[in-house]
Nanobody, 127 residues
Framework: QVQLVESGGGLVQAGGQLRLSCVGSGRLLSSYPMGWFRQAPGKEREFVGAIAWTGSRSSYGESVKGRFTIARDNAKNTVVLQMNSLKPEDTAIYYC????????????????????WGQGTQVTVSS
């Protein structure tokens, strides 16, 4: 069973950057498709970015495309989300997720496709 812990959130001004990390324990994250989602108060959980277990494919939500990048650091059993050019509308709790069952190598972009979740890290972007 894999456990996920996010870190790196905080308060940043608009236009700034943050780097979120998702560290895994109990299993190697390199074996799993991974995703990042976010949820703002009163809103549904939103897809941010995801990477296939092979690491060769990634996908991003329309609102973050071109600004956010997801990557694996297998040596540290970590998946990172680099967030640049942050906007106030990026304010949310950010969650990482792992799909620990069969994947055909594609990218998974909906919350229901993941079965392991971290506790989340708060990102607040001030205007």
């Amino acid at each position: 069973q894999v456990q996920l812990v996010e870190s790196g959130g905080g308060l940043v001004q608009a236009g700034g950057q943050l780097r979120l990390s998702c560290v895994g324990s109990g299993r190697l994250l390199s074996s799993y498709p991974m995703g990042w989602f976010r949820q703002a108060p009163g809103k549904e959980r939103e897809f941010v970015g995801a990477i296939a277990w092979t690491g060769s494919r990634s996908s991003y939500g329309e609102s973050v495309k071109g600004r956010f990048t997801i990557a694996r650091d297998n040596a540290k059993n970590t998946v990172v989300l680099q967030m640049n050019s942050l906007k106030p509308e990026d304010t949310a709790i950010y969650y990482c997720a792992a799909r620990t069952y069969y994947s055909n190598g594609r990218v998974h972009i909906t919350p229901g496709e993941y079965d392991a979740w971290g506790q989340g890290t708060q990102v607040t972007v001030s205007s």
